[in-house]
Every structure is written in structure tokens, then in C-alpha cells.
């Protein structure tokens, strides 16, 4: 089950259906058209964007697999970057690298802790035209992802972790977190079959402990329009949390019922707000 609401509330039913059909017409593809080019474009004259998706912990690019083709199907090029999950600034750095290469206009889309990096990499960024938030966090200056995890009850996240420490070139000693192979499935993707969900587990990317723990301090959605993917059975960030930071940020927010994979679990869903952001900010 979907939901949509905008800036002033939850969208009566019967306007969710009429913007479902008006996209289904968007989607239309033009006879002869090599790069499934939509009507609307054609209308418009416009090069569609460039979309870079951004994962978060416990993930790797592979996440995106589906919104990938859904996206590319629909004629949009897609970056699908890397994310060192070492730390808000500097995994910010890292993706502006790959804003930098890729030339003209652009959506970002951040999953979980890669809504901290997408804030960050953007701020500042013409070429970012939108900012899209798929189960993920949108922190204000000063506030870390940990923090606001904690804001209300719901995540049972912490009982799952496996944290394995190591000694950095400085001598000092850190932390890397995973999710236990054995609890990953219900904590991360209940709703993704069992076998993609034990794959997953046994491919996840650690994020440094601190990564948690590290401030924002900026915060792009502040100044560019926003889109979020609020998921109702995520146990990793609590619908609540995941509200309260979308009401915030002004986002026109879409609710789906999904666990904290729902990049994986509902791709077509995904892309579809990303497409809508895509066409929000062309005009």
C-alpha cells in the first residue's frame, strides 16, 4: 500500500489516482525512440537528468539494482555511487567527486545514513536540482544520524549489531558495525525473499561506529526541494522519525509499507518518486 501527501497533508484518494494515471501517460514511450524518451520530454524539449543514488550502511550499490533498470527503462541515466560509510564529511567529499564528473542537471537520491551524505555533497551544488530521501535521514546542522534514531521509540536496530573494532594506521582503535547474518532478513528486509535477504546479509558493507556519531553541518535540503519515501515497517529508523524529518523539510512525502529495504523490495515505487522529482524540478 501507497500513500502520498504534499506540503499540506495526505492527498485525498481519488488525487492519488488521478496522479497515478497522469504519470502512467508520462511514461508513454515514443515510437522510434532509442532512449525510451517519454511524451512529456519530447513536449518539453529537455535532456532528462542525471540520477545518483547514493546507498547507506549495511548496503552496497547493488541495493539500487532494481531502480536502476526501472530508471534506465524510463530512459534516465543513473550513477549508482560508492559510499565509504566513513563519516558524513568525508563520504560527502567522496560523492561530490562523482557530481563534479558527471556534467549537467541532476536528482540525488540517498537511502538510510545516505540521506546525511546527500545533504552534504549537495549544499551549495546548482546542478542538484532535488533531493530525494528513501527511507533515510535528513538531519539538520548539528544533529547525527544516532541522534536522531533516538528521537522516538521503534528501532531495534541496536540489538542486532556486530560491531568488530581495529587498530588505524595512528594506532588508535575504532569500529565498524554490521547487522548478525541471523537477524539481518527481519531487521533490514522482512519483506525481500529469504534467499536475496540472506545474499544481501552476507554482502552488507560495515559503517564506522563514529559515522553515527558525526554532526551534519550542512544541510542542502534547506535550500532545494526535497522528496521522501517514508517506509511504515522500517525498524531501522522509526516511521516516526522518518516523518518528523520529512514534515521538516517541507518534502512532498510518499508512504509506503515496506521494511527499511524498500529500494529492493518496491524498486518500481522508488523510481517512480525519483521520476517525479526529475520532472518537478525540469519545469
Known amino acids: 500500500m501507497v500513500s502520498i501527501k504534499g506540503r499540506r497533508g495526505r492527498l485525498a484518494a481519488g488525487v492519488v489516482s488521478a496522479i497515478t494515471a497522469g504519470l502512467a501517460l508520462c511514461a508513454f514511450t515514443l515510437p522510434g525512440s532509442a532512449d525510451g524518451a517519454t511524451m512529456a520530454d519530447a513536449f518539453a524539449g529537455r535532456a532528462k537528468p542525471t540520477i ?19 530508471l534506465r527503462a524510463d530512459g534516465y541515466p543513473v550513477v549508482a555511487a560508492a559510499d565509504p560509510l566513513r563519516g558524513p564529511a568525508s563520504d560527502a567529499a567522496a560523492l561530490r567527486t562523482v557530481l563534479d564528473h558527471v556534467k549537467g542537471p541532476k536528482i540525488l537520491a540517498g537511502h538510510s545514513y545516505g540521506g546525511n551524505v546527500i545533504s552534504q555533497a549537495a549544499a551549495g551544488d546548482p546542478e542538484v536540482k532535488g533531493l530525494v530521501y528513501v527511507a533515510a535521514f535528513l538531519p539538520a546542522p548539528g544533529e547525527s544520524a ?11 536496530l541496536p540489538g542486532t549489531l556486530d560491531p568488530v573494532s581495529y587498530r588505524q594506521a595512528d594506532g588508535s582503535t575504532a569500529t565498524d558495525l554490521y547487522i548478525r547474518q541471523d537477524a539481518f532478513r527481519h531487521q533490514f528486509a522482512a519483506d525481500v525473499p529469504a534467499d536475496q535477504a540472506a545474499q544481501m546479509a552476507a554482502e552488507q558493507r560495515p559503517i564506522a561506529q563514529s559515522a553515527l556519531e558525526e ?49 529492493v523490495s518496491h524498486p518500481r515505487q522508488v523510481a517512480d518518486v525519483i521520476e517525479r522529482a526529475a520532472r518537478a524540478t525540469a519545469r
Not at 216 to 234: C, E, F, G, L, N
Open 146 to 156: 544516532l541522534e536522531l534514531t533516538n528521537k522516538f521509540p521503534g528501532s531495534t
Open 52 to 70: 545518483v543514488l547514493e546507498h547507506g550502511a549495511f548496503a552496497d550499490g547493488s541495493s539500487w539494482n532494481g531502480v536502476i533498470s526501472a
Open 215 to 263: 554532526k551534519a553541518t550542512s544541510a542542502a535540503w534547506q535550500t532545494k526541494p526535497s522528496w521522501a519515501i517514508v517506509t511504515t515497517r522500517d525498524l531501522n529508523i522509526p516511521v516516526a522519525v522518518q516523518r518528523f524529518m520529512a514534515e521538516r523539510a517541507h518534502a512532498e512525502t510518499t508512504e509506503i509499507a515496506a521494511s527499511h529495504s524498500v529500494a
